[in-house]
């Protein structure tokens, strides 16, 4: 039985983003990293950088390390054991991307969202951190939805 906890949701702490994007930045500008733990933690991101000129597994990486730095907090125990998201891009050669919530209890469940056109990804004309915080702000927006959806689906369900 999936145990949940109604209306929990990511955080997304745009002020903490913002520094840690722009640390990303300047120690990339600097051509150095403080340790060999700030190389892995920070994001990959320059100043000129566009979302919609990256790989998806770069923005996938933006997000992972964006949860791991804390950037984005993860509901603690909302949902059973765990919760987690993920980028997803399709592999079918279409140029889409989705955002997943996994919810892990006693059964596994994925919460997948619409697929949109990777061109839109974030806000289009927007480089730098702002380009990245879009990205970022787009993927918690994304999950907090499907949350909200499956909160409504179980309230209609126990009525």
């Known amino acids: 039985m999936l145990t949940v906890t109604a209306g929990a949701t990511f955080v997304f702490d745009e002020a903490k983003a913002r520094a840690w994007l722009d640390r990303g930045i300047q120690q990339y500008n600097e051509g150095r990293y403080d340790d ?4 892995r933690q920070l994001p990959d991101v320059q100043a000129d950088w566009r979302a919609d000129y990256q790989e998806p597994g770069d923005i996938a990486a933006l997000v992972h390390k964006a949860v791991h730095a804390g950037v984005i907090e993860l509901p603690v125990r909302a949902y059973g054991d765990g919760i987690g998201m993920i980028f997803e891009h399709d592999r079918a050669g279409t140029l889409a991307y989705r955002y997943i919530a996994e919810v892990a209890s006693s059964v596994r469940l994925s919460l997948v969202s619409y697929a949109k056109a990777f061109v839109n990804i974030g806000e289009p004309c927007t480089v730098g951190a702002d380009a990245a915080l879009a990205v970022l702000a787009e993927a918690v ?6 949350l909200a959806d499956l909160d409504q689906h179980i309230a209609a369900v126990a009525a």
């Open 36 to 39: 060999a733990d700030d190389f």
């Open 141 to 146: 927006e994304a999950v907090n939805n499907l």
